[in-house]
């Protein structure tokens, strides 16, 4: 089983930055994603990372503006987000890969509570 909590998350103005973290404890955390979720909207893929091979992919949302890194020693995963938009506003989730499609949500089996993450202009 895996562990994950997330941080960094905050309010900000547009145009800011902000750096999320995602910790992950357990095993079979080698891919690590994150999604975000606005109120009334579906589940959306930003950025993952292979903590093995440092592969990053990265979603509609993030190109150009997002940066994933990982820090194997720590399990640690982070995601930097720069130039930030009121759209990015949502609840930022990480979640632990199990197989599949790497932006569906349904490739995921653990799951974080979330970090808020709000954008005012």
């Known amino acids: 089983q895996v562990q994950l909590a997330e941080s960094g998350g905050g309010s900000v103005q547009a145009g800011g930055s902000l750096r999320l973290s995602c910790t992950a404890s357990g095993r079979g955390k080698d891919t690590v994603g994150w999604f975000r979720q606005a109120p009334g909207k579906e589940r959306e893929f930003v950025a993952a990372?292979?903590?093995?091979?440092?592969?990053?992919w990265y979603g509609d949302p993030a190109k150009g503006r997002f940066t994933i890194a990982g820090d194997k020693a720590r399990s640690t995963v982070y995601l930097q987000m720069n130039s930030l938009k009121s759209e990015d506003t949502a609840r930022y989730y990480c979640?632990?890969?199990?197989?599949?499609?790497?932006?569906?949500?349904?490739?995921?089996?653990?799951w974080g509570q979330g970090t808020q993450v709000t954008v005012s202009s």
């Open positions: 990372i292979s903590l093995t091979s440092d592969s990053p």
């Open positions: 979640a632990s890969f199990l197989g599949g499609g790497i932006t569906l949500p349904t490739s995921y089996n653990y």
